[in-house]
């Protein structure tokens, strides 16, 4: 029984740091492209003047 409940609350604790990792990759790489994005047009403007 007790051991249950560990494994259950460790699935638990895991399904909360898998949601928060998820989150932060997601704002990772949402950041990354805006900043690729903004390099990107920088080095396209610099290039045509």
């Not at 990772?28 to 290039?47: D, G, H, W």
């Amino acid at each position: 029984m007790k051991n249950k409940k560990d494994s259950g609350f460790s699935h638990y604790l895991a399904a909360i740091v898998n949601m928060s990792v998820g989150r932060n990759i997601a704002g990772v790489l949402k950041m990354s492209n805006m900043m690729f994005f903004v390099y990107y047009v920088l080095l396209y403007f610099s290039n045509g003047l």
